[in-house]
């Protein structure tokens, strides 16, 4: 599995994500292109949001797929109703 061809492609790809797409589909969508390697997805789990300022919450998104984890840390603007991803780490899960 190159991690590091895949790590590229999706930055490219959330170089160019519309604001008003849901981003962790949009992520979900994306790494379907990769099934081949990374397997299928397996779950989704989720941090509980913590506070950052007033109207900002910093959240995080695991997808586990059979042969890797994505994870996604989102910051997310209640008031403007909109999410930024701030970080994103891909893990190959048999490499350890």
Known sequence: MDLRQMKLALTVDLMNLSQSQDLVKFVT??????SSEIGHLQEITESSPSQLRDQLESQTFNLQFENCILQLDVVGDRLKNQEYLQNFNLIDIHNN
């Open 29 to 34: 969508n994306k790494m379907h292109d990769y």
